[in-house]
């Protein structure tokens, strides 16, 4: 199975902060990696495919970057609702592996 | 917008065979692949398996051999059985839509199964 390393695993930043979430495989999987926002209780949000293609209706605040092995998402002046976990996802090859997640807090 | 939620027993006892089926609203399952994650509690997530609406399916293979996925295109829903529960199958049960590439694209808010007698 292809390991998704996240890093880091949690992070404290201020409204309006610019935050780097990375994404290491254990293998190439091209340009295969989508990124997600998750919070509790709630269904895990589609923020990025294909590495760095924006999903329809998310906020240009959020960008992804990256092919072969490793990858970044980047969050550009973070507001209030984006406090959150966010982990990443392989699709390159079966079975389906995910990042173990970051969760943003508030500093 | 397509939404999805599962349902099921939240508590299943070892040995036992866990059911738990997705229902699909605000679109079509015909013409697309439906997959199942779990993630136990503080531990990362773990894909199940996926079921394409004309039959195919693809398990992982750490599953495979407990685990079915089936889909009702008159009930727009979706089906996960997972035989022989232990504890260790305690965790949150996502469903999700996937595209032909594997990308999870919509998912449900999950439900909670707890293994234990």
């Known amino acids: 199975d292809i390991q998704m390393t996240q890093s880091p695993s949690s992070l404290s930043a201020s409204v309006g902060d610019r935050v780097t979430i990375t994404c290491r495989a254990s293998?190439?999987?091209?340009?295969?990696l989508a990124w997600f926002q998750q919070k509790p209780g709630k269904a895990p949000k589609s923020l990025i495919y294909l590495a760095s293609s924006l999903q329809s209706g998310v906020p240009s605040k959020f960008s992804g970057s990256g092919s072969g092995t490793d990858f970044t998402l980047t969050i550009s002046g973070l507001q209030p609702e984006d406090f959150a976990t966010y982990f990443c996802?392989?699709?390159?090859?079966?079975?389906?592996?995910f990042g173990g997640g970051t969760k943003v807090e508030i500093k | 917008q397509v939404q999805l939620q599962e349902s099921g027993p939240g508590l299943v006892k070892p040995s036992e065979t866990l059911s738990l089926t997705c229902t699909v609203s605000g679109g079509s399952i015909s013409g697309y692949y439906w997959s199942w994650i779990r993630q136990p509690p503080g531990k990362g997530l773990e894909w199940i398996g996926y079921?394409?609406?004309?039959?195919?399916?693809t398990y992982n293979p750490s599953l495979k051999s407990r685990v079915t996925i089936s889909v009702d295109t008159s009930k727009n829903q979706f089906s996960l059985n997972l035989s022989s529960m232990t504890a260790a199958d305690t965790a949150v049960y996502y469903c999700a839509r996937m595209d032909t590439s594997g990308w999870l694209q919509t998912w449900g808010q999950g439900t909670l199964v707890t293994v234990s007698s």
């Open positions: 996802q392989q699709y390159d090859t079966y079975p389906l592996t």
């Open positions: 293998q190439g999987i091209s340009n295969y």
């Open positions: 079921f394409y609406y004309r039959g195919t399916t």
